[in-house]
């Protein structure tokens, strides 16, 4: 018997901002949930999907190159999520499970794994609130931690502008870097987050660039106005301002640039000639590449699951609810109007 | 007694390209030739003088803030070159010996040392041809050999674009990369020197940029059209082409950015966003920096200087020839006029 399965559809390959309803659709698949979990398989309920950023690079015809493959035209997108297990033909998995896995935008699914692994979860190793899996913990905390450490080399006392600064990654970094010593300014889309990064996790100054641009901001939040480090979620002209205001030495962490993700023409950088007389490095990078595994990755588990344990961590998380939501979500992600981590809460 | 001594005067701070005899202006500031050496000092007839694209940064005004420090206006401007004792003050120096030094822009100089120390060149040891000194062996020599191995980090079997690769540095990064056993392609600005870094240099292949965008000649040249390093002395289109076609993990060394220096509008870079998925560095450098010193310096002057002398080393120059010419050849010299190491020739 089929039971109802919301999934999100990616419909059509959106030249700049998607439409819902058009490039990416919500569209009843069915389940059938009578049927057996495959071997070392199970069936779950999916409980909350990650809204990344990156997911705009997937939403893109099967002949772009590109290093997450594009979502399959016509089939369910896919991601980051937590599933309750419904029915467990997997060794050290049961009913009533919770795992996190990569999972595609729908409500109920089958999942496999070649030899039966999954990774277990639960709310209690994360201070209570299991969704910080997949912010502080998970793929966002991660980023943060490997990057921030390899690419941005942090010390002591140095300045660092971070952009983005209320979301997945931004707060990670912030809450990182405070805990380094170093004096931390972000830029974010609202005054509320405004009073979040400042008053929760304790920035040193930040602004909104919806009323402040950059340049002036960081005149007058950095000493001479000089910062040493620019960690890059947003690309274009904050990207511009902080090369203007970088140190001698200076280091940009490319992390993301959603500015442009959107954009059909980008936005025009005309200052790199900075990058020779102030000896400026920029690093892009990905966090799923071998160098930022291994001991990065056991350290930030390890480090984050003990702060948010205790309580010496934040992190915020902004929930949109409902299968029926996700095009709009994931566009109201890429807009910035998620106020930490996003993600789409599908059943409790 | 006075006797003429011309020199090359900075007048006046230009906007875009500076104009001879408005910017730059030729005068004779008188020399007495009678005058003692000053302890630990030297009077000298000033042969050849660095003609060198990073002196743009010079011209401007005193407030502005470079690495290399603004010339003074009304003053000769100055850099690197070589030039006859004809008096001595200072110990190990006699009259007839040729010094590499820094030297004001006028025929004639008294020159000062703390300790006295200076150094003593000859034709000899770099295989016949004195201005070597001022290029392979000298300072651009230097710049290409410690950026290319510190940044570029080469290794057999990569593909190496470099632009300007006629130039001081170009020639030079890219006779280090044939070493290596790299690919090397590069852009010229005539075909008389994309035959050189062909025929003579042993470069496979290149293209004049004045005929062939970057973007085309790479898609021709590059196999699958990437490349895994550019070196970078040219900046603008040919950089933002060179992001385009960089592989996975591709660096870019920052050298120089010559096609922005004399633009007051510097053209606008737009495809930043690919350091992210293609995991680039681009990294700028000053040479003179402490980390490019020692050993990297002595394993320069070494390796370089014996190969000079075996003749496994080529390196062109090119001559501009009297102090009236100062403004043209360092004009010329930015546009890329020269043919190699650009220097001016005063005396034999």
Redesign the interface.
Known sequence: MSTKNLACIFKKVPKGWPTPGEHLTVEDIGFDLDQDAPENGLIVEVQYLSLDPYMR?RLVGPEAK??AAPFTLNDPINGGGLAKVLKSNAPDISEGDVIIHHLPFQQYAVVNSKDGKFRKVDAESVGGDIRHWLGALGGPGWTAYASLYAIGKPKKGEMIFISSAAGAVGQVVGELAKREGLKVIGSVGSDEKLDYIIKDLGFDGGWNYKKEDADSALNRLAPDGKIDIYYDNV?AEQ?EAAINHLN?YGRIV????IA??NRE??????????????????????VS?PQFGGPWKEEHQTNVSKWLKDGSFKGKTHEWVGMEKAPEALIGMWRGENFGKAVLKLAP
């Not at 490319?254 to 640039?257: I, L, Q």
């Open positions: 690079g590109n290093y690309g990207l001698n490319a992390c993301g640039m442009d993700y023409e980008k936005y025009p950088i005309r200052n790199l000639m900075q990058f020779i007389g102030k000896r400026l490095t920029m690093t892009g990078f990905i590449d």
